[in-house]
């Protein structure tokens, strides 16, 4: 007697992991392979499903600095364990000389300063971030290859057996670890295959087709150049980020400016609402537009331009609670504006559209201030309220 065959669906993912993905969609711009690399990592753990005798993953990220290798890990840490640095992070530059791994593992029995060097690796460390509800630890070594050899052997036992001995011959169990490891090899040729030399604008002549094959595939050479065969081999997926294109910054800005939004309801002092026009968001993006430097070079240009004169009228109480401002730019002065629009403590929430009341510009060079006699003034360049 035959039965019916029921296909079953492979694809769906849980509710979990479904709420997972989604989180970290809305913390992350782009970098697809990344995100569906960190989704399945979660979803074979929720599922108890990861090699036994092994770390749950090993991932390395590739590729240009301010692409948003380190801010993955820790947006997860902030999604799973409600703290981005709820993660062991091992800046490798601090391990150049093979007598500072001492700082990692402890130094053994015997040596000078046994007793005062504390090793960074423990399980206490890393059940720090442990829940009830999800036993799981980050390990992240960022900048690898400025790590000397005798770090990256260390790597080997912890990628292969999930242990690691300290100094003192206690035993760290690494099963319920994903360690991550971060690099910038090869950043050099795919800032030169990304714009033909040093400039954000692309030489129109230069071919865009396959472009992210040929970065992908510069950042995996350059890896195999650096680390040995059997480290390479050890790692489960080798993950090559990409630099954002001007779209893509658009994004992180908004993000980044809801971050400080966050920042100024989250402070003990006078909590207010801010938005910036369509106008102050382009001048933003110019000044912090910058492909060698990626989202870091935008995160700089916010804080000049929007978190220092925030803080200058926070100091001098220009700003008060349940006020909301509006950020403009403004072509006469040549910098952004600040309109405070709603003086009323009470109405943080739901605010009526009201005439701009006149407010103190807090310049962004010098320090210095200037007065503008008019709310037409603030509308120089396309006020989109």
Not at 163 to 172: E, S
Not at 301 to 317: C, F, G, K, Q
């Amino acid at each position: 007697m035959c039965t019916q065959q029921v296909i079953l669906d492979s694809t769906l993912r849980s509710s979990r992991t479904l709420e997972f993905e989604e989180a970290l969609r809305a913390k992350i711009v782009s970098q697809e392979e990344a995100l569906q690399a960190m989704v399945d990592l979660y979803q074979v753990f929720s599922a108890g499903l990861n090699p036994p005798g092994r770390p749950v993953g090993s991932l390395l990220f590739l590729g240009p600095t301010g692409c948003g290798k380190t801010r993955v890990v820790e947006a997860a840490a902030e999604i799973l364990f409600g703290d981005s640095q709820a993660v062991i992070k091992v800046n490798c530059g601090e391990f150049q000389h093979s007598h500072e791994i001492s700082k990692l593992i402890g130094s053994p029995p015997g040596y000078l300063g046994h007793r005062e060097t504390h090793p960074m690796i423990t399980q206490e460390a890393l059940a720090a971030s442990h829940t009830d509800k999800l036993k799981l630890s980050f390990l992240l070594f960022d900048e690898i290859e400025k790590a000397n050899d005798a770090l990256w052997q260390l790597l080997l036992g912890m990628l292969d057996k999930a242990t690691l001995t300290l100094g003192d011959n206690r035993r760290v169990d690494l099963s319920q670890t994903v360690i991550f490891m971060t690099s910038n090899l090869g950043s050099a040729e795919i800032t030169e295959l990304m714009q033909g030399g040093m400039g954000f604008v692309q030489p129109k002549d230069k071919p865009t087709t396959g472009l992210d094959e040929k970065v992908e595939r510069t950042a995996v050479e350059a890896a195999r150049r650096t680390f040995s065969p059997e480290f390479m081999n050890r790692l489960d997926k080798l993950v090559v980020f990409h630099s954002l294109s001007p779209e893509q910054l658009e994004k992180v800005l908004q993000i980044e400016l809801n971050q400080v939004q966050r920042r100024v309801l989250e402070t003990d002092k006078r909590r207010f609402l801010f938005h910036v026009t369509d106008a102050g968001r382009q001048f933003i993006l110019q000044e912090g537009t910058d492909r060698r430097y990626g989202a870091r070079h935008l995160k700089r240009a916010i804080d000049r331009h929007v978190i220092s004169p925030l803080a200058n009228l926070l100091a001098t109480e220009q700003v008060k609670m349940g006020d909301t401002l509006c950020i403009d730019w403004d072509t006469r002065v040549g910098r952004l504006v600040f309109w405070k629009e709603s003086p009323e403590a009470a109405a943080v929430l739901n605010v009526s559209k009201r005439t701009p009341s006149q407010l103190q510009v807090v310049g962004t060079a010098g320090g210095r201030s200037t007065e503008i006699p008019s709310p037409a003034r603030a509308r120089g360049v396309g006020n989109n309220k």
